[in-house]
């Protein structure tokens, strides 16, 4: 298994008004740390480029992560995008 991180999205738009129904969506993709390339999975264009950029930025962050998750460690926290 290659290293990799899951990204994903979720939203539920709502309104007071019935008539308006409502809309949900939900996008998930498996990326490869080391190649950014998506193994799975599907994202917008815009949450892609964020995803991925974030992805570039954090990559030692995200190796180091997978290693300690291979040997059942506690995570560290990995700053968002700002």
């Not at 290293?3 to 409502?22: D, H, N």
């Not at 996008?27 to 190649?35: G, K, L, S, V």
């Not at 799975?40 to 995200?62: C, I, T």
Request: hydrophobic content about 40%; glycine content about 4%; charged content about 25%.
């Amino acid at each position: 298994m290659s290293p990799s991180v899951a990204i994903g999205t979720s939203s539920i738009l709502t309104s007071a008004r019935p008539c308006e129904g409502e809309l949900t969506y939900n996008f998930a993709a498996e990326i490869a740390i080391e190649t950014l390339e998506i193994l799975k999975g599907k994202l917008p264009n815009r949450v892609l480029g964020l995803a991925l950029e974030w992805a570039a930025l954090h990559r030692h962050d995200l190796r180091a992560d997978w290693e300690r998750a291979r040997n059942e460690q506690p995570l560290e926290p990995i700053q968002p995008l700002e």
